[in-house]
């Protein structure tokens, strides 16, 4: 991009020429919004395994990590909470979990009312390091955004939150 605002043809554009001379009688123009999201969310993740990589997390620990720090004190939850906000299985927090009490950044504590009750909270060696990750990675993310303005950043979340909204809808449609 030379100046704000100016953009040329990217790959995806290429794609949707090819497509169109191929298949003209297609409707290709989906490919204008999930091909670049698909680019840009693998971009995104290059850097965000980047940042991880550096504090020796992966992204779905950091997943965890940041679910118990925002939650706020003490920091902890239970394995079907952080399920829920991960959209994992309790079986796979189990083994991200597991790795995490290994590095001793989460630690398993029972509730002493009901001993069935098993929360997972935060060290506190992973509360230093969790907001230690936690600063570099929105700076990170910070720098990705520098292309866009404030209002184009709102706009974007917007829109990204109608498109949510819609594949939701399109799922219940299955």
Do not use: C
């Amino acid at each position: 991009m030379s100046r704000r605002g100016a953009v040329g043809p990217d790959a995806v554009d290429g794609m949707l020429a090819q497509w169109r001379a191929e298949t003209p009688d297609v409707d290709t123009s989906p490919l204008a919004v999930f091909g670049r999201l698909h680019r840009a969310f693998d971009r995104y993740q290059r850097q965000l395994v980047r940042v991880f990589g550096r504090h020796g997390v992966t992204v779905a620990d950091f997943g965890i990590l940041a679910a118990l720090r925002r939650g706020g004190e003490p920091y902890r939850r239970t394995a079907g909470d952080l399920a829920d906000t991960n959209l994992l299985t309790t079986g796979g927090i189990t083994q991200r979990v597991d790795k995490l009490v290994q590095a001793g950044l989460v630690r398993r504590e029972r509730d002493e009312e009901d001993r069935r009750v098993v929360f997972i909270g935060l060290t506190d060696e992973g509360l230093a390091a969790t907001d230690k990750i936690v600063n570099e990675h929105f700076a990170n993310e910070n720098r990705m955004l520098a292309g866009l303005t404030a209002a184009e950043r709102a706009q974007l979340a917007k829109l990204l939150s109608r498109l949510e909204r819609s594949l939701e809808a399109a799922e219940r449609g299955y």
